[in-house]
């Protein structure tokens, strides 16, 4: 009788230490109480979207779907070959992947990699009429690029990084990255163990903040007729690669910019990481004598009416000669070497009529000698070769020195 009335009296000594102090083995009841019931909820924010200078959508957040595979339970995979099958047959491609995973020991739910993740819609709904057991999907963010190949190199891609978040990898995603960059937001309140929000809980939000939208100056409509006629060069060439650009006359502004080969950002089957249009210097050839031109027209040199000697042009020990092998055409106007694309009516313009001191002003004043900034992330470097008076006049018809296109 008296060992029940201690142990009462201990038990009971117990409960008003714990209720005075709160604490049990230095531990804070109220706060385990209160981190057992906090719940938290992600807020998901979208990147921005990119449009054309029209407002078509080039790049996008949307739903899109990941594939899972169920391989216990009661609505799990049957026949994992024929599964496999099927599945590659509406993706195109990966029955010896999927079959890979369906066969893997020990685990109940399997996913499908790259292979299985980014599903469209249409693709989601393809697979489901199948009727396949054990195959779900959950829904999930993903950049979206709905018009696949198309400016692939100046819209670039994102992808997420190893938190979630949808980084910029190249192209316009990467270089506006800080502007088109999302923060999810986050709830946080007090819930039961299923997470039910419970009554007269407080909750605490934190809003999203969407990423900033970019405007480009492409114009889809003319980037199509571009990624058009780049292709079918392509099938009749078959060129090692391909630069295309177009660009408003009085502006300056790129209404299209393609470069092949080119890659679908959906996919992001990358085989060339550089966008070659501005990554890589070139000689311009017979588009330099443009400027030429243009120079000496504006310093009032430039006489069409008169006569030059075509066919070659000494400067020293070197020959400059015409694209016909140096033969020429006989003594003819500037304005008929200029239809004709004379390298020697050019290096005259250069060399004597403008001389390298205004020639050389001109080439800076058109930006010739520099990098152009543009908006894109990776673009090369400029040289124009101008010590030497064989180097000045070689820049006037657009060989020796070397510019990105």
Known sequence: MIFFLLLFLL??????????????????????????????????????????????VLAQDANSYKMVAALKGA?????????????????????????????KEGRSQVEFGTL??????????????LKLPGISFITENARVYPNGDFASYVIGHAKPNENGTSVGQFGIEKSLDKYLSASNGEVAYTGDRKGVSLDGGKVNVKAPKN????????????????????????????????IGIVADPKTGKILAMSTKPSYDPNDRQIKYFFNDAIANAFEP????????LAAAINEGVYKGQDYYQSGT??????????????????????????????NVAFAI?????????????????????????IDLSGEGSNTILFDQQIQQVTTAFGQGSTVTP
């Not at 058009?228 to 690669?241: G, I, L, R």
């Not at 050839?285 to 030429?292: R, V, Y």
């Open 211 to 242: 990423g900033d939208n970019a405007y480009l100056t492409i114009d889809q409509r003319v980037q199509s007729y571009l990624e058009d006629a780049m292709k079918a060069a392509s099938k009749q060439y078959e060129p090692e690669s391909l």
């Open 285 to 292: 050839g017979s588009t330099m004598k443009i400027f030429t």
């Open 349 to 373: 313009l250069g060399d004597q009529k403008l001389g390298p001191e205004r020639f050389r002003k001109y080439i800076h004043s058109f930006g010739l000698d520099e990098k152009t900034n």
């Open 313 to 342: 042009y000494q400067v020293g020990n070197r020959k400059i000669k015409d694209h016909n092998g140096g033969a020429g055409w006989g003594s003819i106007t500037f304005d008929e070497g200029v239809e004709r694309s004379s």
């Open 11 to 56: 038990l009971l000594a117990r409960f008003f230490y714990i209720q005075s102090t709160g604490t049990v083995h230095n531990q804070d009841l109220d706060a385990l109480a209160k981190q057992k019931h906090s719940k938290k909820g992600v807020l998901e924010a979208n990147r921005g979207t990119i449009y054309d200078q029209n407002g078509h």
């Open 75 to 103: 609505n799990s995979v049957e026949n994992k070959e024929d599964t496999a099958k099927k599945i590659a047959g509406v993706l195109g491609k990966g029955e010896e992947d999927i079959l890979a995973s369906l066969n």
């Open 116 to 129: 299985g993740k980014d599903l469209t819609k249409e693709k989601k709904e393809q697979i489901e009429a």
